[in-house]
């Protein structure tokens, strides 16, 4: 079986060698030498001026939401993965749903606004599979209504938009380093916030709120990157711009063999692109799904990334079967019914890319 994606892993004789180090030090947690050498790193690649690495993204954006003390409505997307929305409910916020851009994926910022009311405390957007949202839009609403801004970019490590770092924007951005991104520590992520103060109380969050050994200052959990998983990320951000070149590389394959096919990609914005995924939309949802078993049947796995809408997760409908929620959320309905993201990940062979856009090419 060919896998939508498959994990990066280094040298591992590389891995080994700062194993040994962890041995010596008998130091595996707490802010220990190699995440504090990571975070060094990682502010360097991604040009910010600081970062707190978190054991996952879904802790990183509740840290973000503590950091930020937020309070009642959060306009947010439905077309994501489940922890973005998962994330406001942990903090008792509301989720108040935006509907799509159709070309792009990401929220739409005429509908945010039409979703602002006195209770909105913040816009929580999503770099759908690492494409830029369309980010002055959306700085000019917060900055109009004094909202505060946090972007999902778990998508998007290494993305650039109009010159600058995708993660300069907003108040907070969190990565996530899950063993299916382009860039992972295994299991991990990152957050990291334009202010100080900020990013001060996201720290305080990952370690249960201790200022001092005795000094608890804030609410915190234990959010904390061990070195284990902060020694994967060492030796994987060696090789990370190969593994984007690649990526993209594929991309490209991608659209050349499609060609002439009923499918419809997603528009990007302007950025550096780094193609984490290979979402592709069908005319109907049948034609998705049908594309779907017929790789499955010629052993490539795909997904149906992001579907359902979180907007129409059970409990969002008080255990309701039948789907309530989010009917207004006509663009992100149609992509989610119609989307199917296909293998792609760097050690991919390009054979494989041939032949998977035969099969699709075969049920369209």
Known sequence: MIYVTKPTLPDIRDYTSLLKGIWERGWLTNNGVL????????????EVRDISLVT????????????????????????????????????????VFADVDPETFNIDPLDVERKITKKTSAILAVHVFGNPCNISA????????????????????GVRYKGKSICEYGDISVLSFHAVKLFNTVEGGAVIARAKQVSHKCKLFRNFGFESEEDIVSPGINAKMSEFHAAMGLCNLKSIDKAIEKNRKFFELYIKYLKGAPVKF?????????????????????????????????????????YPLTSNFRYLRGGRKKTEVGKELINAKK????????????????????KICRLVKEVC
Do not use: W
């Open 56 to 95: 996952n993204a879904t802790l990183g954006l509740l840290a973000a939401l503590y950091a930020l003390d937020l309070e009642g409505e959060v306009i947010t997307t439905p077309f994501t993965f489940a922890a973005t929305t998962n994330v406001l409910f942990m903090k008792g916020l509301k989720p």
């Open 335 to 354: 992509v989610s019914d119609t989307i199917l993201c296909l293998p792609l990940y760097p050690t991919m062979e390009m054979r494989n890319i041939e």
């Open 35 to 46: 995440v504090r050498q990571l975070e060094s790193e990682l502010k360097g690649y991604l």
């Open 266 to 306: 997603q528009k990007p914005e302007i950025s550096r692109a780094v193609h984490t995924y290979m979402p592709v939309c069908f005319d109907t949802k049948e034609t998705r799904d049908k594309v779907y078993e017929h790789l499955i049947t010629n052993n490539f796995s795909s997904r149906k990334y992001f």
């Open 138 to 157: 959306l700085e000019k609403i917060a900055k109009k209504y004094k909202l505060k801004l946090i972007f999902d970019a778990a998508h998007a490590f």
